[in-house]
Every structure is written in structure tokens, then in C-alpha cells.
Nanobody, 122 residues
Framework: VQLQASGGGLVQAGGSLRLSCRAS????????LGWFRQAPGKDREFVGS????????SYVDSVKGRFTIYRDNARNTVYLQMNSLKPEDTAVYYC????????????????WGQGTLVTVSS
């Protein structure tokens, strides 16, 4: 599986943005997928994850209630819906896959896509 993220851009604080991560390959539905972000000068941070069938999700506390991860396995795509964006959400966002399909809180990511930049202006 190869992953390609898109949908980043410039948005004002309080606005919304939806990121997409499209995958190639026929085993997409078996992958646990995660979103990560890396702000300038900071370490990469876990944002959230979703199980292969979409029934389970996990989020970092800072985005709970604002971000939603969902997937469409028929389209080999996972989404990150980001609402009520804050300047501190500014980062390069990456999608990643766990080919073993581990539980969302135990995933180890072995497939990574390129990042997409999200900039939130104040």
C-alpha cells in the first residue's frame, strides 16, 4: 500500500478543513490508519487513528471534539475532518498505515505518505 495525503491549505482560525489520504493496493481495508502532524521546530505528534473497518477511533486530547477521522474503504481513502481550527493546529499532516491492522491504541505504523501543510491564521 502507498499513501498520498492531500487537502492542506490556509484557513482562518475557527474554520474547517478536510484532509484526504488515498491509498493504492487491495489490502487497504485491513490497515489501521493514523494521522500525525509535525509543527515547525517540534516533534511529530499523533493526531488520531481508525481501525480497518472504521468502527474504532482514537484521538489525542488536544483535538477531541474538533477532529474526526473516518474512512471509505470502497474508495481506499481515509479522511481527517478538522473543525474549529486553531493556530496551534498549524503543521504538516501525514497519514500512515499499520499493515498488521493492530488496535487503534496499539498500532505501529510501517507505511507513510507524504505530508500536506495546514496553516491556520489567527
Amino acid at each position: 500500500v502507498q499513501l498520498q495525503a492531500s487537502g492542506g491549505g490556509l484557513v482562518q482560525a475557527g474554520g474547517s478543513l478536510r484532509l484526504s489520504c488515498r491509498a493504492s493496493g487491495r489490502t487497504f481495508g485491513s490497515y489501521t490508519l493514523g494521522w500525525f502532524r509535525q509543527a515547525p521546530g517540534k516533534d511529530r505528534e499523533f493526531v488520531g487513528s481508525i481501525s480497518g473497518d472504521g468502527s474504532s477511533t482514537s484521538y489525542v486530547d488536544s483535538v477531541k471534539g474538533r477532529f474526526t477521522i473516518y474512512r471509505d474503504n470502497a474508495r481506499n481513502t481515509v479522511y481527517l475532518q478538522m473543525n474549529s481550527l486553531k493556530p496551534e493546529d498549524t503543521a504538516v499532516y501525514y497519514c500512515a498505515g499499520d499493515s498488521w491492522g493492530r488496535m487503534v491504541d496499539e498500532a505501529t505504523y510501517d507505511v507513510w505518505g507524504q505530508g500536506t501543510l495546514v496553516t491556520v491564521s489567527s
